[in-house]
């Protein structure tokens, strides 16, 4: 997913996607003919993730904003704003598999494929999923 150059989904795309999503069959609907229902198992297919038993928590509190402030701030000053894809863009250019490199890229996942956002930042709601890195894999992603 890092050699990616997708910064930014089809609007149009997704518009129909949506339009054509069926909630409550979730299933995708064009017209009688074409009907494809997505299950958990066809999501995990697609993004090679596991699927837990674990809500994923978006309830950021305190604590999740402070951790990522401290990691990703310069100059032992924390960060005063969302972490920026940039950001996460130096942290991979440097190659080193390590705690920050971990958290970049959990939080460039999310926010770049499985919940898009309008920003060129990580959502502050994806902050509790990168708390404890060890937690992601029990999640219920799909």
Same mark, same amino acid.
């Given at each position: 997913?890092?050699?990616?150059k997708?910064?930014?989904?089809?609007?149009e795309?997704?518009?129909?996607?949506?339009k054509h999503?069926?909630f409550?069959?979730?299933?995708?609907?064009?017209?009688r003919?074409?009907?494809?229902?997505?299950?958990?198992?066809?999501?995990?297919?697609?993004?090679? +993730? &596991? /699927?837990?038993?674990?809500?994923?928590p978006? %309830?950021?509190?305190?604590?999740? =904003?402070?951790d990522?402030r401290?990691m990703?701030?310069?100059?032992?000053?924390?960060?005063?704003?969302?972490v920026?894809?940039?950001?996460?863009?130096q942290v991979?250019k440097?190659?080193?598999?390590?705690?920050?490199?971990q958290t970049?890229?959990?939080?460039?996942? +999310? &926010? /770049?494929?499985?919940?898009?956002?309008?920003? %060129?930042v990580?959502?502050?709601? =994806?902050?509790?999923?990168?708390?404890?890195?060890?937690?992601?894999?029990?999640y219920?992603?799909a």
């Amino acid at each position: 997913m890092l050699q990616l150059k997708c910064r930014m989904l089809n609007r149009e795309f997704i518009s129909e996607l949506v339009k054509h999503f069926n909630f409550v069959t979730k299933s995708l609907e064009f017209g009688r003919v074409r009907v494809y229902t997505i299950t958990l198992d066809d999501v995990q297919r697609a993004l090679e +993730l &596991s /699927c837990g038993t674990i809500a994923v928590p978006t %309830d950021c509190q305190d604590h999740h =904003f402070e951790d990522i402030r401290k990691m990703f701030g310069k100059e032992n000053k924390p960060l005063k704003r969302e972490v920026t894809f940039a950001m996460m863009q130096q942290v991979f250019k440097k190659k080193k598999a390590d705690v920050k490199f971990q958290t970049s890229y959990v939080l460039f996942v +999310l &926010s /770049c494929f499985l919940c898009p956002t309008m920003k %060129d930042v990580a959502a502050t709601k =994806f902050y509790p999923t990168v708390h404890d890195l060890l937690q992601t894999r029990t999640y219920a992603w799909a």
